[in-house]
């Protein structure tokens, strides 16, 4: 499942559940398989890879986090999340063809992971509605927000689910909530900037001396707001450089601009070398304080914005370059 944004577990591994042996036991098989290896991992306190065979199958035995937690089974950049506690001795099938929809848990432990895979479903769905919802009244996205949560507490409430489960999930439904208003309210902040002339900056250039934005007018500006340490940034960058090459030549000019703070500047140089960072690679002056990210009210990264030949604000929460999207609006504009 590829989540952009919603928060579905908090990484709270604690409860009350009593364990029968001291593993846990995975048997699984996947139809069409990505890979010839699966991880099997927790936070950064577990990872485990597993060979599969030619069948699609791998089975598996390992001690769980003590009283039952979270874990991710990956195959390739597809995955599925999973409680797993000791004394669970479950089966997994499914086919990566359609990997979310055709999960399916037999055994120890089925009724815990089956929720989960039909929560999983659900919050896929109310993603895809999310778009069209950023477009309405703040009323009616927060009536949004309370339906999603009292179907989320109505698909694990009184169902006889491993208590630690049920502790974990609850848990994360405030959250949540409060998350994707903030994030509502971003999106209805930045579209109001769309039209208006955009913020400048004049930051360091990688190659030397300073760039700003009026340098580049006369052509369309498509920035990357970036760091480092940012995982989801740097999971972008394959994309990005597909889609600079994709409009090489053309009028427009892709800008990178690192919200690093001082001490990872050298990070930063070295890290524009060896990924082979294309485009301009500007250093902010002043990190998230500074006045142009402050401008665009970014707090979360990677965001990305379009500014056009005359320096106004195309989009300002642009879609990011995994996003088919971002073609289908710059094969629009850029010639």
């Given at each position: 499942m590829k989540k952009a944004f919603i928060l579905f577990f908090a990484a709270i591994l604690s409860g009350f559940a009593q364990n029968t042996t001291n593993t846990v036991s995975l048997n699984v098989k996947i139809a069409n398989r990505f890979s010839d290896t699966i991880t099997i991992s927790s936070g950064r306190s577990f990872k485990q890879k597993v060979g599969i065979n030619k069948k699609g199958e791998f089975q598996t035995t390992f001690e769980a986090s003590k009283d039952g937690g979270l874990y991710r089974l990956n195959d390739g950049n597809e995955g599925t999340t999973m409680f797993l506690k000791n004394g669970y001795d479950l089966k997994l099938t499914l086919d990566t063809k359609d990997f979310d929809e055709t999960i399916v848990y037999k055994g120890?432990?089925?009724?815990?992971?089956?929720?989960?895979?039909?929560?999983?479903?659900?919050?896929?769905?109310?993603?895809?509605?999310?778009?069209?919802?950023?477009?309405?009244?703040?009323?009616?996205?927060?009536?949004?927000?309370?339906?999603?949560?009292?179907?989320?507490?109505?698909?694990?409430?009184?169902?006889?689910?491993?208590?630690?489960?049920?502790?974990?999930?609850?848990?994360?439904?405030?959250?949540?909530?409060?998350?994707?208003?903030?994030?509502?309210?971003?999106?209805?902040?930045?579209?109001?900037?769309?039209?208006?002339?955009?913020?400048?900056?004049?930051?360091?250039?990688?190659?030397?001396?300073?760039?700003?934005?009026?340098?580049?007018?006369?052509?369309?500006?498509?920035?990357?707001?970036?760091?480092?340490?940012?995982?989801?940034?740097?999971?972008?960058?394959?994309?990005?450089?597909?889609?600079?090459?994709?409009?090489h030549g053309k009028n427009i000019e892709f800008v990178s601009i690192s919200v690093d703070t001082e001490k990872d500047y050298e990070k930063w140089k070295k890290m524009v070398v060896t990924k082979e960072l294309g485009g301009i690679q500007l250093f902010a002056d002043k990190n998230w304080t500074s006045d142009f990210v402050k401008a665009f009210g970014i707090n979360s990264i990677p965001r990305f914005i379009l500014i056009d030949p005359n320096g106004n604000v195309v989009k300002a929460d642009a879609p990011r370059p995994s996003s088919t999207s971002l073609i289908e609006l710059l094969d629009g504009l850029v010639k």
């Open positions: 120890n432990g089925a009724n815990e992971n089956n929720y989960l895979a039909k929560k999983a479903l659900s919050d896929e769905k109310f993603e895809m509605e999310l778009e069209a919802l950023f477009d309405a009244d703040e009323a009616t996205f927060k009536d949004a927000l309370a339906k999603k949560k009292a179907n989320d507490i109505s698909m694990i409430d009184g169902k006889g689910f491993d208590e630690t489960l049920v502790k974990m999930v609850k848990s994360t439904f405030d959250g949540e909530e409060e998350f994707l208003l903030d994030y509502y309210k971003q999106k209805v902040a930045a579209k109001k900037m769309e039209g208006i002339v955009s913020p400048s900056f004049d930051y360091e250039n990688h190659k030397g001396g300073k760039t700003k934005l009026e340098d580049l007018r006369g052509k369309y500006v498509y920035i990357d707001v970036w760091a480092t340490w940012c995982g989801p940034c740097l999971a972008e960058i394959p994309h990005l450089k597909k889609v600079e090459a994709k409009y």
